[in-house]
């Protein structure tokens, strides 16, 4: 599984029935110059001192979180003790939403790519069996509109260790769904986190599109840099001669909207 945070102070998005390579004819920012996801070229990444390590704060808290099928993803709403800072982000935000995006089978299902892969497998033979109560409360949602309780859920159990992320890009993005706006900080971390490939497959046979179709490949291609840079902190600078281990094709997106005093 890889993780990204991405900020944004508008979260609207409406329900989508065409390809993405036609999104732009009805939404037009989704044929912007400043489109996600991106694939991240390591080397022309650029180090920025200022990406100091984020700071999580009520990520260790036990919850009872809500999850939908809405047609297109599973969405965890998440409560607003959850929050991040630091990071050079200009503020404190609030986590709202999380966000699953996977392929089919053992194929490619993450969004962003590293240097043009897009780390469908580091194969595991052992589950992640913390992932497991995740994937039954998908069981439990396989329609547009279903809903579920994960009991007892807290994001350490999926994420990497907190104390891990502090290696990472930064870019100047947009939503992954229609209608595709811009102006978003996307943050997307560098180490990983895994699931066995039949965790995956128990995934992708459980939930639908609102189609009624198998909801598998539900994630947008990579778009254009065009003139952006993408910069590293410095932590990945310092672990860029380690080994990249990535997980098979979960991804999982936080979106945070800024916290208004």
């Known amino acids: 599984m890889w993780f990204a945070l991405l900020v944004s102070c508008c979260l609207l998005a409406p329900c989508v029935h065409s390809e993405p390579s036609e999104w732009a004819k009805d939404f037009p920012a989704c044929g912007g110059q400043k489109q996600s996801p991106i694939n991240i070229v390591t080397h022309k990444t650029r180090l920025e001192p200022c990406l100091t390590p984020i700071v999580f704060e009520g990520y260790t808290q036990t919850l009872n979180v809500t999850v939908q099928n809405t047609g297109n993803t599973a969405v965890f709403e998440l409560p607003p003790s959850l929050r991040i800072r630091g990071g050079d982000l200009p503020d404190t935000y609030n986590a709202v939403q999380l966000h699953l995006h996977w392929g089919m089978d053992d194929e490619p299902g993450s969004e962003h790519t590293l240097d043009g892969e897009q780390y469908a497998m580091e194969l595991s033979t052992e589950e992640n069996q913390k992932f497991n109560q995740v994937i039954q409360a998908l069981g439990r949602i396989p329609y547009n509109g279903n809903t579920s309780i994960v009991p007892e859920f807290r994001l350490t159990d999926i994420l990497p260790s907190l104390e891990k992320l502090s290696s990472y890009y930064?870019?100047?993005?947009?939503?992954?769904?229609?209608?595709?706006?811009?102006?978003?900080?996307?943050?997307?971390?560098?180490?990983?986190?895994?699931i066995s490939q039949?965790?995956?497959?128990?995934?992708?046979?459980?939930?639908?599109?609102?189609?009624?179709?198998?909801?598998?490949?539900?994630?947008?291609?990579?778009?254009?840099?065009?003139?952006?840079?993408?910069?590293?902190?410095?932590?990945?600078f310092l672990m860029s001669s380690g080994p990249v281990f990535l997980c098979l094709c979960l991804f999982c997106m936080f979106v945070l909207t800024e916290n208004i005093f």
């Open 170 to 194: 930064r870019y100047s993005g947009s939503l992954t769904t229609p209608g595709c706006n811009e102006g978003i900080i996307w943050t997307v971390f560098k180490k990983s986190s895994f």
């Open 198 to 236: 039949q965790q995956l497959m128990n995934v992708t046979k459980q939930m639908r599109f609102e189609t009624g179709k198998p909801m598998i490949k539900n994630f947008r291609p990579v778009q254009k840099l065009n003139e952006r840079t993408v910069y590293k902190s410095t932590a990945v």
